[in-house]
């Protein structure tokens, strides 16, 4: 089974985000947009995971949890993964809670190691686009930049999710496995 850990985001924040998805567009770019209710913040992924690991994995992430305090983290300001030249994926980050959550996410990747081992440290982003294609690279970036300062809103941080993602043409579907709750 396809594994990641994740953090979800308010249900009220996925509108806010679809509306600057949709300011977005694909004028500039061939952009696949992920889908509101797929929004999250991805502590580890996981990829394939053995049934005979599934029950250590949530005994491991129950372990995990208790061990950090809920948090508030707030979403904010647009960026991309790739170079000007070569614009890949768009997230939102996390200014406020960022602390917390790479230290949350450093000790998720250490204790679920063995399955899967990270080879770059923690960065807070909430994917929320893949670029598959840039028609106009000079209006594309004027367009993102637009966006750098944006504050979607804060939350509370007070859970970490199991959660399954089932690939399909239409793309892929989330279902949550388990959740642990922070103190």
Known sequence: MRLFVGVDIPEGFRKKIADIQEQIGSKNAEIRFMEPKNLHYTLKFLGDVEEDNFEEVKNLLSIT??????????ICNLGYFGSGNYVRVLWLGMDKGKEEFVKLAGVVDKKLSYIKKEDFEPSPHLTIGRVSFV???????EQLKRFNGVKIGSFVVDEIKLKQSVLSPKGPTYKDEAVFKLR
């Open 65 to 74: 949890s208790r061990g950090f305090e809920k948090f508030t983290a707030s």
């Open 135 to 141: 028609k106009d690279k000079t209006k594309l970036l």
